[in-house]
């Protein structure tokens, strides 16, 4: 159950900044969250979602969320909810969001989405990386910046988590062989790419309808890095409709063999399911391992 003393930090926070007449009628729990706590705010003036986690669980969780939601909303490329506030109250930590009530999804519901995505990823830098670091789902994710697309991926991206597996034993010495070898082909395997503003957690949990039917990211793990990475995260667990990829292709065209490269770039998010999930992931990993290095 939602706090009182969050209740209150909450509605301090609204009265000061959004409505001072405004009360919280009702406190709805909402299912589906893995790692937070989440709850529907009803009040007069609409609805709010609020997400809750122990402060020192997770430090800075949702304050880098927050930052990461207002990245992508300053692109004026894609939906996301509204953020408004992040903060703490006792040992709690939270966010507050606009709630989105969904719909049924719009006709165009897969073209726009294509558009938006691909507008987000003509959001250029000139390093990978981001100016601090955030998480991918619960893991800390590290954003140290780049001018080497390769350096930033193993040293970012692959070698902080191989470790972490290997000290847990997920992993063993003939695995570490492997992504040795893998490091130094990376350059003959992913062709370069200028960094891409990249939404980082794009799988189909992330992907939601607003109100108009139309698409909604959340929960993002933003950084600057190789665009197929968002490609290859929207087809880990099922993929999206052919439609989706066309769309993107016509209008943001990927390198040839791009579908080849999906296994590489679906790498990092393996790696995240292994030191949260297990050795069950680890024997997805292995195979891809082999499929580039043998």
Known sequence: MLSPSIKEAVKEWLHYNIDPELEITGI?????????????????????????????????????????????????TVYVPKVYY??????????????????????DYWTIFAQELASLHKVH???FGLGYDNYIGSLHQSNKKSADLYE????????PLVRSARDNRLFNREDLVFFDVLYKKLPSLIPYEEPSLLHGDLWSGNLIMNSKG????????????????DIAMTKLFGGFPAKFYHSYNSIFPMESG????????????????????GESYSYDVRRILKYYTV
Request: aromatic residues 12%.
């Open 214 to 229: 139309n698409p909604c990211l959340i929960d993002p793990a933003v950084y600057y890095g190789h665009r197929e990475t």
């Open 86 to 107: 992040s903060g703490s109250s006792g040992e709690y930590a939270f966010i507050l969001l606009n709630y989105e009530i969904q719909a049924t999804p719009s006709a």
């Open 152 to 159: 930033f991926m193993v040293l970012n991206r692959f070698q």
């Open 258 to 277: 791009w579908e080849d490269r999906i296994r590489i770039h679906q790498l990092y998010p393996l790696l995240v399911h292994v030191n949260l999930f």
């Open 125 to 127: 830098n000139d390093q």
């Open 28 to 76: 709805l729990p909402l299912s589906g969250g893995s790692i937070n706590d989440a709850y529907r705010l009803k009040a007069t003036n609409g609805d709010y979602f609020i997400k809750i986690n122990k402060a020192l669980r997770f430090p800075g969780m949702f304050e880098t969320e927050l930052e990461g939601l207002k990245l992508l909303d300053s692109t004026e």
